[in-house]
């Protein structure tokens, strides 16, 4: 499938007045997680830092509020335990996994509003793939911001690590995922019918993909 070229620019323009043409993300990071646990990436409406001991309740909710994950997230009530003991073993920066929290600069509070995450995929060498993942709370969905967390997960990636390729995998409903990805230039893949089971009955499940030669086509 060929790689189309996307123009995002003007659409940000409308949604974010402030957001001039050379208002990139500023990101400072080595590349390695003891780097990233103390840096952060700025875009003009939201910012990636590590998550810190007073987001644990954020993280907990995330176990047993499926409102805050969403219906295409939402797997069964799993408690917190899990998420405490990755938060223990290497504070959601690992070699392997990374989970950032997602900020928004017209909170004062720094809190959480949502969460972005990659993992290498192991079916590949080392570096080559990531698989992708952001989360918004619903009180902030549907504003941009799933869209701008994109933009700076993939920003970084393709500018911070030589990854080649990244993934991304999606219930076949999740239409603000869908926008959000086709937004950012991923390209759909393929469907993976009756994939994964949830709420009552087995899903399609449709996998994205962006190259990082799709990227320079698109900012041509
Ligand atoms: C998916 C998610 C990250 C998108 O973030 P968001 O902030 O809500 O989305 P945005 O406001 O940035 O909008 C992204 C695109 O989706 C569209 N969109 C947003 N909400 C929508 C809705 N309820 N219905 C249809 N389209 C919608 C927007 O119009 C936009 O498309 P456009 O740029 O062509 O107009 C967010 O909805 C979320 O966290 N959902 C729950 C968790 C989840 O499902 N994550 C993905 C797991 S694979």
Known sequence: ??????????????????????DYPRMEYGGQPDRLRQDVFVDVNLQLRAFQERDLPFLDRLSVDPEAVGPFMWSGFDGVRRRRHRWEND????????????TLSSEVDDAPAGLASWQINPRHQPGVCYEVGVMILPEHRGKGFGLAAHKLLVRHLFDFTPAHRLEAVTDAENVPKQRALERVGFILEGRRREVYFRSGSWRDELMYGLLRSDRQDSRQ
Request: glycine content about 8%; cysteine-free; charged content about 25%.
């Open 91 to 102: 504070g959601y920066v690992g070699e392997a996994s990374v989970a950032l929290a997602i």
């Open 1 to 22: 499938m060929a790689a189309r070229s996307v123009d995002t620019t003007a659409h940000d323009r409308r949604r974010y007045p402030s957001h001039s043409k050379g």
